[in-house]
């Protein structure tokens, strides 16, 4: 019985769960030891092998750039080696921020900077606080403005809430900092700011399609080692050898050569990727750079790498595809023709301007101390910034005039937004000042206020605009009437009484003004103007802030002067002569120019300079340095020989000229007496010669010489077909004759070279005026040379070029640039040499105070001098355009100064220019 039940219990406790359960456990456990011990003991060795297999990659070898030379074979544009940092997009996050901020304090150690081409849209500074950019206000960029939005609350555009909508800048920069990308605590603001825009560049590059993003171009050696030898504290980090475009002459060829970047978004990605572009390319941009890509680029190649299994370390590499280098341009234009040309025509801007810099501000002629303050604070020669951030006690004096200024004028510009019956033309020269920048910052920077509301047609407009007869409060009660103004950004439906409306859009735009760069400007301008600042304590502040430099003693000669007037005149044209202040930073008039030189016997470039320039290298390279210069007024950026249009003044005559010769309305003989003031004309105010003394009879070749209006505008006239009794006319039948003669001496029509140009104007309104170069003639440097070559070579209108030949780096000529015939104007070859005729006296008789050193040395020359006036408030611009030499003519030259003074202020550049082409030593002249 003890028996069955010893058997009984034991059969319960084998037939147990927990005993099944047990006895399954200690035999997974005996077989996971097993194969442990098989693993880790038996079979270490082959593991081991497995782990620390070699792996393989494939890589892309980055194709060689062509070069770019001049005509003699001097370097233009250049490719070398360097070290860019990069940072692989598909890393993981962890510790990113931290690995991020080392680096920064690496590059900065090495003096290294950041190469990132994404603009963050939050700025930051102590007084201003936390503001978006002004390009993610302008409500053309709402969508890229919703975009950052939905990166920083994680969610898709159309998702936002009204609130995320309309967060500060500084609610949105808490929200990225604490949650989107989790910043830690202990990073300054300035920190914190860095370490999100590279986040957010991350995430843009992403969303692109990119799978890298560039973190910092040409890093030094000591950058790299460091980053080498903590490789494991930088994952996705990686330095990578690439190709950096360098151009050694810098401003000299910034607008002919253009620059090259990165392929800057998914779609242009996409489609160059078909072609065998990697990400990582630089493409051109603009300039020849861009319009020769397909000849410039080299092809990729492509690598396998086999990597270490251990050290993940590059073992060895096979080509499977080699990289091919680019082929070179070399170009028509000589260099050093070129950078003398560049520096006659910035010396002749710089004389011009000192010759204006009086001490005493008379309009359209000489310039006060007060005015070149102004200027340096308009364009940005003095930053705002740096006076509100300053430590010195003259910056610190101006910002507190600017605070207790600034409050009061915007609550003054809200009340007369909104209540006052002053009508526009009753405002102060201030008042009116501010209220443009209001207006102008909705209508051309925000883009809120349509430019629609300018009719001529419009009775409203009339008397707003010209009369001055109208209130604020009725222009923007008239635009929104009228859906000029966008109701949607304001967030307003149709359905808001005015008051509302008008309430809404005032105080969004007082808001505006107070972050407006434009508005601040002028407040401190008005500071200075109104004497509420000292002209010594702000000629300290330049020195104070860096602006200007002591070393010459400049200062200690101010001071030992008790900081007088006169000693405060002679620095700032002293620092303007010796090039510390240039005419561009002023942006006073004349502060630009351009110069063409071409062969007139083929359409080829010899020389094209534009001032103000730009660096191309920087442009690359340096987000800051391109806002810099897109914001500066002087506009940089603008290449004036191309794309520049000016009115033509009296360089024009010469079609006029050849119109009535070649239509029989005059010859040789015929003659006009010239009476000052001219008749005959479809309009009240008659417009008068130039000269007050008459230039008595005049015939076509003395009136080309004497510049004699009264003759050309009798041409225009008589161009227009008058009634033989009454003596009335049709405009349209006078000027629609001088376009017909423009266009076939090349004037009227781009000159069909390799780079963008702008479009030519003939003017359509009276023909009389017209006959003169005024009207609405409008025509860039280029057109005017191309126009000169024609009269200068007997008829024949050509193509203008660039490039003379495409080869490969061997030296094997792909391709050569030959002369293209354009037109063949259909003109005597009689009636030619009576204009020629003029345009030789004009450097023989009315030019040759200037012009007859060349005549002592061998070097005749013929041309026309230009004055045009464009503005009533700003002087005339100054042209003037021949060729050389009269006999035998080989080159044209053709100089266009704005709002340079008249067109005696051209001439000698025009001398100088001709001398630099021919070697000529004008020194001891």
Not at 35 to 52: G, S
Not at 262 to 291: A, C, N, P, W
Not at 366 to 385: G, H, R
């Amino acid at each position: 019985m003890r028996l069955k039940n010893i058997i009984r219990s034991i059969g319960k406790f084998v037939l147990n769960r927990i005993f099944l359960l047990t006895v399954l456990f200690m035999a997974l456990f005996l077989y996971l030891g097993r194969a442990l011990y098989q693993i880790q003991i038996l079979d270490a060795d082959l593991y081991k092998e497995k782990i620390y297999k070699n792996t393989e990659d494939t890589a892309t070898i980055q194709g060689v750039r062509g070069n770019i030379y001049d005509r003699y074979g001097r370097p233009l544009a250049v490719n070398e080696k360097a070290q860019s940092l990069y940072f692989q997009l598909d890393t993981s996050s962890d510790g990113l921020n931290e690995a991020y901020w080392h680096l920064m304090e690496i590059l900065e150690n090495n003096g290294d900077s950041l190469s990132l081409d994404v603009e963050f849209p939050i700025l930051y500074d102590n007084d201003n606080g936390f503001r978006f950019t002004d390009s993610y206000l302008d409500p053309n960029r709402k969508t890229a403005l919703g975009n950052f939005l939905a990166e920083v609350y994680n969610t898709s555009r159309k998702d936002l809430t009204e609130e995320q909508w309309n967060a500060s800048a500084e609610e949105v920069y808490w929200y990225m900092r604490d949650t989107t990308y989790t910043v830690d605590p202990s990073y300054t603001t300035e920190a914190a700011l860095q370490i999100l825009a590279f986040r957010h560049a991350i995430f843009v590059e992403k969303w692109d399609g990119k799978t890298s993003l560039l973190i910092a171009s040409n890093i030094s050696q000591g950058t790299e080692v460091s980053i080498q030898e903590m490789r494991g504290d930088f994952p996705g980090f990686t330095v990578e050898t690439v190709y950096s475009r360098v151009y050694p002459e810098k401003e000299l060829f910034a607008h002919i050569l253009g620059y090259v970047g990165r392929i800057s978004d998914k779609e242009q990605l996409e489609e160059l990727q078909q072609q065998g572009y990697d990400e990582k390319d630089l493409i051109g941009k603009t300039g020849l750079e861009s319009v020769y890509e397909s000849e410039l680029r080299g092809e990729n190649g492509i690598v396998n790498i086999e990597l270490d299994g251990k050290t993940n370390q590059r073992i060895s590499e096979t080509v499977v595809k080699e990289a091919t280098r680019g082929n070179d341009l070399f170009i028509t234009i000589d260099r050093d023709l070129q950078e003398k040309c560049y520096d006659i025509l910035y010396n002749q801007i710089k004389s011009l301007l000192l010759d204006k810099i009086t001490g005493v501000y008379v309009e359209n002629k000489t310039y006060s101390l007060e005015d070149i303050y102004c200027a340096m604070i308009d364009n940005s020669f003095v930053a705002i910034a740096d006076v509100e951030t300053s430590e010195s006690s003259y910056a610190a004096n101006l910002k507190a005039l600017y605070d207790s200024k600034a409050e009061g004028i915007l609550e003054t510009m809200r009340d007369l937004l909104l209540n006052s019956d002053t009508v526009t033309g009753d405002y102060s020269d201030e008042i009116t000042s501010y209220y443009n920048v209001i207006i102008e910052g909705m209508r051309d920077r925000k883009k809120t206020l349509s430019s629609a509301y300018r009719d001529a047609n419009s009775k409203f407009y009339v008397s707003y605009s010209y009369e001055g007869n109208k209130t604020a409060r009725e222009f923007l009660e008239y635009c929104v009437q009228n859906d000029y103004i966008d109701r949607e950004y304001y967030n307003l439906g149709k359905e808001e009484n005015m008051d509302l409306i008008l309430e809404t859009i005032v105080n969004e735009e007082i808001e505006y003004a107070r972050t407006n760069p434009e508005f601040k400007k002028t407040v401190y301008t008005y500071i200075l103007k109104n004497n509420q600042f000292s002209d010594a304590d702000f000629m300290m502040l330049l020195y104070d802030l860096g602006y200007l430099s002591n070393e010459d003693g400049s200062l200690d000669q101010m001071q030992n002067a008790r900081m007088s007037q006169s000693s405060m005149l002679a620095n700032v044209k002293q620092k303007i002569s010796n090039d510390e202040i240039t005419p561009a930073q002023l942006n006073l008039d004349p502060c630009s120019g351009s110069i063409v030189i071409t062969d007139c016997n083929s359409g080829e470039v010899l020389a094209m300079v534009s001032y103000p320039s730009y660096d191309n290298n920087l442009v690359m390279n340096s987000w800051s340095y391109y806002s810099k210069i897109a914001e500066d007024k002087s506009s940089p950026l603008t290449f004036r020989a191309l794309t520049e249009t000016r009115a033509p003044g009296s360089t024009f005559k010469m079609v006029t000229a050849l119109a009535g010769l070649e239509l029989g309305y005059i010859d040789e003989d015929y003659t006009v007496y010239d009476r000052y003031q001219y008749p005959n004309v479809n309009s009240v105010q008659k417009p008068v010669c130039w000269s007050r003394n008459s230039h008595g009879l005049v015939n076509v070749v003395r009136g080309l010489d004497v510049s004699c209006n009264y003759f050309f505008y009798d041409l225009g006239y008589r161009l227009s077909d008058p009634d033989p009794l009454t003596g009335a006319f049709k405009d349209a039948v006078g000027y629609e004759k001088l376009d017909t003669y423009a266009t076939m001496l090349g004037l009227a029509t781009k000159t069909n070279i390799e780079l963008a140009e702008a479009t030519p104007t003939v003017s359509t309104l009276d023909a009389v005026r017209s006959a003169i170069g005024q009207g609405t003639h409008s025509y860039t440097t280029a057109n005017i040379n191309r126009y000169t070559c024609t009269l200068a070579n007997g008829g024949t209108v050509y193509n203008l070029y660039l490039v003379d030949r495409v080869q490969t780096a061997s030296g094997e000529v792909l391709s050569k640039t030959e002369p293209v015939v354009d037109n063949v104007a259909d003109v005597s070859q009689e009636n030619l040499a009576l204009v020629r005729e003029g345009m030789r006296l004009v450097s023989t008789d009315s030019s040759k105070r200037v012009l007859s050193v060349l005549e002592e040395q061998g070097i005749t020359t013929a041309g026309k001098t230009g004055t045009a006036q464009e503005s009533d408030n700003r002087p005339d611009h100054s042209l003037f355009t021949g060729f050389a030499s009269y006999e035998n003519p080989e080159i044209v030259a053709t100089i266009v100064i704005p709002y340079g003074g008249g067109s005696t202020n051209a001439t000698p550049a025009f001398r100088d220019v001709i001398a630099a082409y021919y070697d000529l030593d004008l020194s001891g002249e």
